[in-house]
Each structure stands twice: as C-alpha cells, then as structure tokens.
C-alpha cells in the first residue's frame, strides 16, 4: 500500500494541518507519554506515533491517529526526478535533528534514496539517489548541513555536500565493509561509522564544499554483525551499538564495549534500532518478531525498563526512534 497523504507540522509538533478524512491529534488532546518515529516498509512512511504510558496503543492505519505526521518520498511532489518508485523501495532510516532551530527528518531507503526533509514545511531540502545496488541503511546531519550516508552493499561512507544545494551529488568517500550505520558526535567532533566488523571514528575536514574524510580510529567489535549506532542520551559521548546477537554500550573514552543485558538472549538478537528516551531513559528498539512475511520487520514497538510491547497491526516495521528535540544545534 503506498501513502496518499503528507501530514505537515508547525515547530514542535504542536500544530497540525488537517487533511480530509485523517483525524490528526492536537496538542490539546494528547496525553503525556511517549512519540516514536517508525519505518514502516508496509505503507512506505515514516510514521511519527504518540502513545500513553498506561492504556494500550490502538493502531487503526497510518492516516489515524495515534500517527500524528508521516512522511513518504511516493507524495513527495519534489522527489519525481529521483524516481521515488524504485529509490524509495524498502524505507529503512528514520532520524530526527535539529539544526539552527529547525527540525529535520534523515532518511534512507535501500532503493537507493538518502533524503533530508525539513518537517515543518514537509519540502525536501536535499536528496541523492544512490542506485539500486548500493542499499543505504542510514544517514546523519551534519552542522555544516552536510550529510553523512552508510550503505550496507556499496560498503562505503560517504559524506554528501548537501549544505551546496538539493541534488548535489558531490562527496568524499570510507570504504567500509558492511557499513550500516553513522552519527555525528558533537563532543568529539567525530563521524562514527559501523560496518560488520568494525567501528570507525572519523574526523572531518576539507571545507563544507569540499569535504574530506581520515580515519582517527578503528576498533574491532566485540562480535560481527554490526547494525546500529546511536548516542547514549543518558550518559552523553557514549554510543549504543547493536550487533547479530547482542547489544553493546560503546565508552570512547576507554574504547571499551560493555554488554547491556534486556533480560533474554532473544531480546538482544538482530537489533534494527536502539535509543534512550531522553529525561526517562526508557529503551526502544526494533528487532525481527518473525511472525509475518516480513523476515527483518517486525510490527511492534518493544520498550525496556519499564517493558512495554505495543502493536502496530498491519505494518512491517524496520526501525523505531525517539521523536525528540536531540540533534545538531538542539
């Protein structure tokens, strides 16, 4: 099913246009809680979700709530010349930034679109087709307004100079076996990238228009199978790190991994996504419920500590992050 609708938001999710026939939520009527942004490879949109703590979370479609915004690169009147069709096939990323007070959507998708989307306006700011070989798994925004893509086939990191204009195509390039994820640490000033194998930190330099990227340094993982990497919220300059089987706390400091326990060996597997929700530090991730046709998604939203499972009926589901203010600039 392909997405008709492209909900648009003011700063802060607080007001939201209404579009015939979606019965959106408004900043009145919801209830505290938490707001998750999901891949969801079924309807081709990023949903952004808003759930209560204490009552179930009653999913009836992407065009009702509890999905307060979504967007899909199939409605983007924008995206026609990178033939969305094809590049926007399997959408796998979804990250919330802020940068000089704005928010933005990074995606990518492993038809071969990376994609920076300003969501307040709902206009794409700048966008790459990588091919279809090439199977970007995710993205991140620079405060340059450069973007940094992972592509998992291409094995490559690429550092797009995105701040030149909405195709620019022009990069500097990591060749990276398995690269599946980057981030942007703002203390450090580094590129984190992870590919199957290794995590790479990466100093930037050159100039906005001309980037470049060396290697500050490269640590072997504890295990292979490297898929996630994400900043540890609660404990600022360490980093989440999933692999194959487990789950991994990232110290730079001491270059040390430290295994992080979910309580069964099954709840660590095959982790799409992980991130601490800011202020509670309650986690979420995404794995493989392996009940559907859909063997790398899952159609839930699995919560630790306190453990929470909510159901999205209907979706296959890649990845789930914490819709929060964290980012560039934030």
């Given amino acids: 099913m392909r997405a008709r609708r492209l909900w648009r938001t003011t700063a802060g999710l607080a007001a939201l246009v209404v579009v015939a026939g979606t019965v959106p939520a408004t900043a009145a009527g919801v209830r505290p809680g938490w707001t998750v942004a999901v891949v969801d490879q079924t309807s081709r949109r990023v949903l952004v979700v808003r759930g209560a703590d204490d009552e179930p979370l009653d999913y009836r479609g992407?065009?009702?709530?509890?999905?307060?915004?979504?967007?899909?690169?199939?409605?983007?009147?924008?995206?026609?010349?990178?033939?969305?069709?094809?590049?926007?096939?399997?959408?796998?990323e979804a990250k919330t930034r802020v940068r000089d007070g704005r928010r933005y959507l990074v995606t990518t998708a492993s038809g071969g679109l990376a994609a920076l989307v300003d969501t307040a306006s709902g206009a794409t700011v700048w966008a790459v087709d990588t091919g279809p070989l090439a199977n970007p798994h995710s993205a991140e925004l620079l405060p340059d307004g450069n973007v940094a893509v992972a592509a998992s086939s291409g094995g490559w990191i690429r550092l797009y100079a995105a701040s030149l204009g909405p195709r620019t195509t022009a990069h500097t390039e990591h060749r990276l076996r398995?690269?599946?994820?980057?981030?942007?640490?703002?203390?450090?000033?580094?590129?984190?990238?992870l590919g199957d194998d290794t995590l790479t930190a990466?100093?930037?330099?050159?100039?906005?228009?001309?980037?470049?990227?060396?290697?500050?340094?490269?640590?072997?993982?504890?295990?292979?199978?490297?898929?996630?990497?994400?900043?540890?919220?609660?404990?600022?300059?360490?980093?989440w790190v999933s692999t194959a089987e487990h789950l991994w706390r990232f110290d730079p400091a001491a270059d040390r991994f430290t295994r992080l326990r979910l309580g069964s060996e099954g709840a660590e597997r095959d982790i799409?996504?992980?991130?601490?929700?800011?202020?509670?530090?309650?986690?979420?991730?995404?794995?493989?419920?392996?009940?559907?046709?859909?063997?790398?998604?899952?159609?839930?939203?699995?919560?630790?500590?306190?453990?929470?499972?909510?159901?999205?009926?209907?979706?296959?589901?890649?990845?789930?992050?914490?819709?929060t203010s964290w980012g560039i600039g934030a």
């Fill in 178 to 193: 398995g690269a599946h994820a980057v981030h942007w640490d703002e203390r450090a000033r580094l590129l984190w990238a």
């Fill in 62 to 92: 992407p065009d009702r709530e509890p999905v307060i915004w979504s967007w899909s690169a199939d409605t983007a009147g924008d995206l026609g010349d990178l033939d969305p069709r094809r590049s926007w096939e399997l959408p796998d």
């Fill in 272 to 323: 799409k996504s992980v991130g601490d929700e800011p202020g509670t530090g309650r986690l979420l991730t995404a794995a493989p419920d392996h009940t559907g046709s859909c063997s790398w998604c899952t159609s839930a939203l699995t919560l630790h500590r306190p453990d929470g499972r909510w159901r999205l009926p209907g979706t296959h589901l890649y990845k789930a992050r914490w819709w």
């Fill in 202 to 239: 990466l100093r930037v330099g050159g100039t906005p228009a001309a980037p470049l990227l060396t290697v500050e340094r490269t640590l072997p993982l504890p295990e292979p199978g490297g898929h996630d990497l994400a900043p540890v919220l609660a404990e600022p300059g360490r980093l």
